[in-house]
Structure formats: C-alpha cells, structure tokens
C-alpha cells in the first residue's frame, strides 16, 4: 500500500481525537482530514501554538475546532463554565464566518456537554448576556462585540486557555488589528494560541511573533503551490458594464450551474443587480452590509437549502461561507487585490468538488487584473473581449445554444405584479391614499356640491381688504 492510500485511509481517530468528538463527525459523514488537519491536529492536540496556511475551503475550521473541543475535553477536569467567562474564545473577522464556526462547533460537539456561544453585531444584547450569565465553554465572535461585552464587564476573557484568530490576513484588511492587540491583551499569557489563514502579509507574522510561543508554522502545500485550489476552472473576460446582467443571466442557465455567488464591490451594486436578477426571473437574494442581521441570515439560509439558487454578495461573505453545492462564483468586477480574489472563488470547489469561477473585468481594471494574474501565477494574460452573444461564452459555460437573459414567464409574472399594485393602493395598503391625484379629490369635492339641497343658504363671500398708503379703503367708496 502506498503512502497516498495511507493518508487517504487516515481517520481523526488515527489522529488521537476524542472518541466522542469522531463519533460525531462520523454521523455528519466526516471519516477522513484533509491535509491541513492532518498536520495541525496532532500538534495541537499537544498544547503547541500554531500559525497555519492553507488554501481556502481546505479544512481549516476542522483543523481548530476538533483540536479546540479536543482540549476543553480533557483539560476540563470536570469543572462546570462560571458565569461570563469561557475557557477557549474563536475570532473571526465577520458575522457570516462566526456563524459558520459556530455551526462547525456544534456538528463536531454535538455528544459534549460544551456550551458554545457566537457572539457578533447587528443585533440585539438580552439573549447573548442572557447565555454569558448562564455560563459558556467557547465564545465564537468579531473583535468588535467581544470587545464590547468585554468592556461592559459581561464577558472575562481571563480564564481563556485556548485562543483562535480565523483568517487573520481578513481582520488585517478589515482593520481590526489593533482590536486584536486589546483582546490578546485581555487574555493569560500561558494560553494556547493558533493563528489560522490563506495569506501571510508580514503584519500578521509580525503579531503572531509578538503573541504566540515558540509557534510551529504549518503550511498543507509546498511553497510553490498555487493560492487558489486546482479543482476549480477559472474564466476571465472583459466585458462591457451595461451588459454584465445579461452575461450572468446567461450563465445561471448553463447546463451545469446550481448555486452560484455573484460578488460586487459596492452594496449598491450587489442590491441592483439583485433586484435586476429577481426581474428576469431567477430566485436570488443580496447580502450587504446594508441589510441587518436578520435579513442576511435569512438569504443565507435560503440560498444555503437550496431555496434560492442565487447569492449576490459584497465581500462581507466571502470569508468562511461554506455551503455545499456552489457550482460558480462570478466576479461582478474585477477584485481589488490578489487575496479578494483567493477568497472570493474560493466558495466553489471546496472540500475536494470542482468549481468554476468567471471574472468580469472592465476596460478601467485590466491593470488590477494583470496584476491579480502575475501575482497568482494565472498565467491567463489580457482577458477576451466578450459580450452575451459571444459564442466563446455559450462554450466555456455550457450554456446552451439560443439561451436568453430573462426566464420564460418572467414578463407575465412582472405584468402579473403590476396588475396587483392598483388594488393594494385602494385598499389602502402602504399608504396608497395619501397619494390619490388632486383631479379625483377635486372631482369628489365637485360631486359632493352637485348634491347640496337647493334651498340651502349659500355662505356670504369673504370680503378682501384693500389697504392704501395705510389707510384701509371701502371698495365702494372707491368707485
């Protein structure tokens, strides 16, 4: 038997993971690690800081988290949480990827008694004091609402043992680093730090250097391999703004799409081409940091059952989503660095499936794209000039031949719509009848005189008042 089949017969018993923790993972259909966990569990298990890097969609919340509940099994000791202060604390940079730590942790602990609380922003307080007064093993959290519950006295990191920073390279470019500093500084120096990412720019080595100790760096490829993950087919054109909606409404029909994520730089943008899909016809949602929490988690459980087939997002989601299923990812404009880009198509071709990934890049970023491309490796060069007749575009996509912008129907279901708005209005419904026009109110108020009774005595007319060099003069007299 060869080496490969060794490590592909490799199971997270064989690592040394806590029999309760496999079992559990067994019943989700998780047997084998990935690369990234086969390296880093093992040490971990151990008690040694890490710093690991791995491409994204490669296994890394696994390679923390099993290793994470792993610890507070057996150092635990039996000792119940106390109020407010867990012993292990997960960073992450936004909402979308605590949310999926959380859920992570949740499969991977479902036989532990472990109490996992994630806590974030955009909404409210109550239930998450409520659950740190209660007492919490884990928090899973953005820097911003630790920091704030922290602070308020409500969350006491003092008693951290282990200590996760996710996608440290995303908090650098979200500009929570400082925050970061303050919540190491919260925490005892003795703890189990692990610092987890796709790119290593040298702030973060240089925070990992000043906090961790003795750290073992893990890296699941060779030096020379590619950032972005091989499985996934990746298409490059350059297209024209006004026809991007067209190319995306033509690619959403290809014979082997399922779940697609549109990326957009601007939260305006990704709401309007949003709206512009749902009006062709395709079941689509928007996650934006103009939406509040409940909408976006709402979009994302939809777009995550397979409800909706279509996810437009800015790059608030393009760190830590991990949804089965995505067959494509399509760069709305050209992302604004080489890691954007890592992170972005890195929704597809997760755990081992294929994926494809198309980017749209406007005359105005060939320069960023080229860039993007050496930076990478791409070797793709100065995109194809490419429109929604291209027959290059029907090829590469398998989309088939005579495929339109707009689903059949979704004329009808529009005018459909348009029908139904009269009668909401006159039922009064959004405030419909404050907008009623002035010729039907004075054309009610004709109607009304019309039928006054005839021997009813008519009001006498208000006599104007005529003022001349300050003195007040009868109208009559005047004549």
């Known amino acids: 038997m060869s080496d490969n089949e060794n490590v592909a017969d490799e199971t997270f018993a064989d690592l040394g993971v806590h029999e309760s923790i496999t079992s559990a993972l067994a019943e989700a259909g998780i047997v084998h690690p990935f690369p990234i966990q086969t390296l880093a569990i093992p040490l971990a298990l151990g008690g040694s800081d890490l710093i690991g890097q791995a491409r994204t969609g490669t296994g890394k919340t ?8 792993h610890r507070m099994v057996t150092i635990s000791d039996g000792v119940k949480p106390t109020h407010g202060k867990p012993r292990a604390l997960v960073v992450c940079p936004t909402r979308e990827l605590a949310l999926q730590v959380g859920r992570d942790m949740d499969v991977a602990g479902k036989h532990l008694q472990m109490r996992v609380l994630t806590i974030y922003g955009g909404t409210g307080y109550d239930e998450q004091l409520d659950t740190l007064e209660k007492g919490i093993d884990i928090a899973v959290g953005t820097p911003g609402r630790l920091l704030d519950l922290a602070d308020r006295g409500a969350l006491d990191l003092s008693r951290i043992q282990v200590l996760v920073l996710d996608e440290a390279d995303e908090m650098l470019d979200l500009g929570f680093l400082p925050d970061i500093e303050r919540i190491l500084r919260k925490t005892p120096s003795d703890r189990q730090t692990m610092l987890f990412s796709a790119t290593m720019p040298a702030p973060i080595l240089t925070l990992a250097r000043a906090t961790l100790n003795k750290p073992i760096n893990i890296r699941a490829e060779g030096a020379n391999a590619q950032m972005t993950v091989p499985d996934i087919e990746q298409f490059v054109y350059q297209a024209h703004d006004l026809d991007k909606p067209e ?105 081992g499936n294929t994926g494809v990934a198309v980017t749209l890049v406007d005359w105005s970023d060939l320069q960023r794209w080229k860039m993007i491309d050496h930076a990478l490796d791409l070797n793709k060069g100065t995109p194809e000039e490419t429109y929604s007749t291209s027959p290059h575009l029907f090829t590469d996509l398998s989309i088939p031949e005579g495929t339109k912008g707009r689903l059949p129907g979704a004329v009808a279901k529009e005018r459909s719509s348009d029908r139904e708005r009269p009668s909401r209005q006159t039922s009064g419904e959004g405030g419909g009848r404050r907008h009623r026009s002035r010729r039907s109110t004075e054309a009610a108020g004709d109607h009304a005189a019309e039928k006054k009774p005839a021997d009813q005595p008519s009001k006498p007319r208000r006599r104007r008042r005529r003022v001349v060099n300050g003195v007040e003069v009868n109208r009559e007299e005047a004549k």
């Open 62 to 69: 696994l390679a923390f988290g099993v290793s994470l509940l």
């Open 247 to 351: 190319i995306i409404s033509r690619i959403l029909q290809g014979e082997k799409t399922t779940k697609v994520m549109v990326f957009t730089r601007t939260k305006r943008a990704a709401q309007r081409l949003m709206d512009d899909l749902v009006d062709r016809g395709f079941a689509a949602a928007a996650i934006h940091g103009d939406l509040n929490q409940q909408a976006r988690e709402r979009g994302l459980k939809k777009f995550r059952a397979g409800t909706i087939s279509v996810l437009v997002a800015t790059d608030v989601a393009a760190r830590g989503i991990d949804i089965s299923g995505v067959s494509h990812v399509v760069n709305y404009e050209c992302p604004d660095t080489d890691a954007t880009y890592v992170h972005r198509i890195g929704r597809t071709g997760r755990a």
